[in-house]
């Protein structure tokens, strides 16, 4: 037993004279709220005009403000009363005026799709007949509802916003080519600084290095001068050995070796001064650490650099042998 | 139409955050796609929500009818929106019940009638009597 009060629209339909024509009119009022652009005025007179001959003989603005609240409740039972009470030819009419009135202004709504389905359904319309149906009172034929949840459907009804986007899009690649360009530039303008100074310091280097040596052959002249000085007290009779002498000294003295002797020098661990026994034990001891077959157990890398390293001194030595004397 | 809500394990009205975590978080591509192109957009989802609204009533109702296999239910709106039949019991018969109860009570009422008034009103003569007398006698003894 419940105690639950009698809701408007049962009390609605048992005040009504005629319970089908109350829930048909429930339906319809229900349709006509999914159908988007129009006012409540409009509504009320079409819904009266629709329904101009229905017996049910009470007020439409209760009817109006249930469909208005979506009241499920209401509608259920509208469903019931019209699927035990309905008969065929009752049940086509029915769906010819719910077609009518969802289609007033050429389109039908999403939700209006799936609630003519649903009349149909529930008023046992197969779906050949809907489609004639529609065919005949529209003059299109009935399409299937749009996918209101896919991307596409919005391509289709929003293209603003993603031709905005695009737009949008474009702008930012065109901004970050023309950021990437001046990085470029300034990369460019950095690395030419960059070899100017590497330029600068090696003319420094190179003055420095001229001025060193200039600096030691006063000395040794100095020094040259000084023997002279001594020698000067010698017999005139030694004065061609002196010149020998001075001759051979000169012949010996540093004068800049050519670059590549010195590299190879350096190869091999040495400066200068070295003489040819130096060069060859240097050799030996550089060859013995450096000898490929010393890493053999290693990886296959290290054998190869080793080999590279090998092969570095090798040739310095042969260099050195050819043209160090 | 695809119930989106349901596909991401949300409730229709979850918070904006919420849906965008359960978006990324989502595995399947073109569901991702299209959950973020439909539901980020507020108004796009109002729209998505109003029509998502009707169609959850018509599974409903479908369900509660017996419709969930007709001829014009079918598809992804059918898998997603036709709800297991719930223990609501048709509107109709409930409200025939409830008629025919307060029938009932309307019946009896008519009936007892009668005797309920003499009843009711020899009940309140005796009330009225009895304190007519208890006021006379305190009346008598102030005296």
Partial sequence: MSIARFSPFELVLLQSRSQVDTATLLLLAWVLVNRQPITDGQRRRRLAQVTAQFRHGHELGSVMDIAQSQDLQAIQLASEVLRKECTQERSLSIMHQAIALATDDGTLSLANHYILRFLADLLGVTPETLSTLFKELTGEALKGPEDISTEAYWRRHDPQYYERKAQEAAEKEQAQARAEEAERQQQAQRQEREQEKQRRRQEREEKARAKRERAQQEKAHRRQQKQQDSQQRHRDDQRHQHHEQRYKQYKQRPHAPPDRTSRALAVLGLTQGANRSDIRRAYRRMAQLHHPDRFFSESEQQVALASARFQRIKNAYDYLMQTYR | ?143
């Fill in chain 2, 1 to 143: 139409m695809r119930d989106l809500y349901q596909r991401l394990a949300l409730s229709p009205n979850a918070t904006p955050q919420a849906l965008q975590s359960a978006i990324e978080a989502c595995q399947h591509n073109a569901l991702k796609q299209d959950a973020d192109a439909v539901l980020m957009l507020p108004e796009r989802r109002d729209a998505y929500d109003s029509v998502h609204a009707t169609v959850s009533d018509i599974g409903r109702l479908r369900s509660r009818l017996g419709l969930t296999h007709a001829a014009h239910w079918q598809g992804s709106v059918a898998n997603d929106f036709s709800l297991p039949p719930d223990n609501a019991i048709s509107r109709h018969d409930e409200l025939v019940d409830r008629v025919s109860h307060a029938v009932t009570l309307y019946n009896r009422w008519r009936r007892f009638r009668g005797t309920w008034l003499f009843i009711a009103t020899f009940g309140i003569g005796a009330c009225a009597g009895l304190a007519a007398g208890v006021a006379l006698c305190m009346r008598l003894w102030a005296a």
